[in-house]
Nanobody
Framework: QVQLVESGGGLVQAGGSLRLSCVAS????????MGWYRQAPGKQRELVAD???????TYSDSVKGRFTISRDNAKATVYLQMNSLKPEDKAVYYC???????????WGQGTQVTVSS
């Protein structure tokens, strides 16, 4: 069974940095697009950034220039480097990955990011 496990969340002061990691397991097949979403209390889940198997990236306007997404296909891992964090970045961050075979999207359990002002 495919599993995505996130790590790296925590509490940081405004202006600080965190690096999230998401490791995929349970499949011999590769992933197409992998990405990060976030959900703040009372808000809908939104795309933060994603990256294709060819390393093309997409970022939400709110994080452009501050966050960087990357992936290591050999390790089936996607990263999110978050710099210059703001209180409004506080949310639960979820990893998502689309399996090449079948196109199904898998989700991680989420990791909390809290930014204090």
């Amino acid at each position: 069974q495919v599993q995505l496990v996130e790590s790296g969340g925590g509490l940081v002061q405004a202006g600080g940095s965190l690096r999230l990691s998401c490791v995929a397991s349970g499949t011999i097949f590769r992933f197409n697009t992998m990405g990060w979403y976030r959900q703040a209390p009372g808000k809908q889940r939104e795309l933060v950034a994603d990256i294709t198997s060819g390393s093309s990236t997409t970022y939400s306007d709110s994080v452009k220039g501050r966050f960087t997404i990357s992936r290591d296909n050999a390790k089936a891992t996607v990263y999110l480097q978050m710099n210059s964090l703001k209180p409004e970045d506080k949310a639960v961050y979820y990893c998502a990955a689309v399996l090449v075979v079948g196109g199904r999207t898998y989700w991680g359990q989420g990791t909390q990011v809290t930014v204090s002002s």
